[in-house]
């Protein structure tokens, strides 16, 4: 079992910064891969980014890309997501999400874990 809890959404301007941090609790946090999503208003969820049990590895939605980074400290038992140059569209609840398999993060498969969420509200 694994607890995830994000934290680090608030209201922001268009244009700024905003770096969301999940912290996770329970079973071994190195075994997993970690992902972020995000659902925003009247839409579905969707991927935003994913990084693989080590931090070698990443991958980006295309909105996300040159704008969003992703990182981990397995000493920590935490991932961040920095996200840059926000837009009023990115306005969502963002997900922090646990799965063994890297490739499932954003391929469609339903993770093993996933948090809260924490809300992100970005002012034009």
């Known amino acids: 079992q694994v607890q995830l809890v994000e934290s680090g959404g608030r209201l922001v301007q268009a244009g700024g910064a905003l770096r969301l941090s999940c912290a996770a609790s329970?079973?071994?946090?190195?075994?997993?891969?970690m992902g972020w999503f995000r659902r925003a208003p009247g839409r579905d969820r969707e991927f935003v980014a994913a990084i693989n049990w080590s931090g070698s590895q990443s991958y980006f939605a295309d909105f996300a890309k040159g704008r969003f980074t992703i990182s981990r400290d397995n000493a920590k038992n935490t991932v961040a997501l920095q996200m840059n140059s926000l837009k009023p569209e990115d306005t969502a609840v963002y997900y922090c999400?646990?799965?063994?398999?890297?490739?499932?993060?954003?391929?469609?498969?339903?993770?093993?874990?996933w948090g809260k969420g924490t809300l992100v509200t970005v002012s034009s």
């Open positions: 999400a646990a799965d063994r398999h890297f490739g499932s993060l954003y391929t469609g498969y339903e993770p093993d874990y």
């Open positions: 329970g079973d071994a946090f190195s075994s997993y891969s």
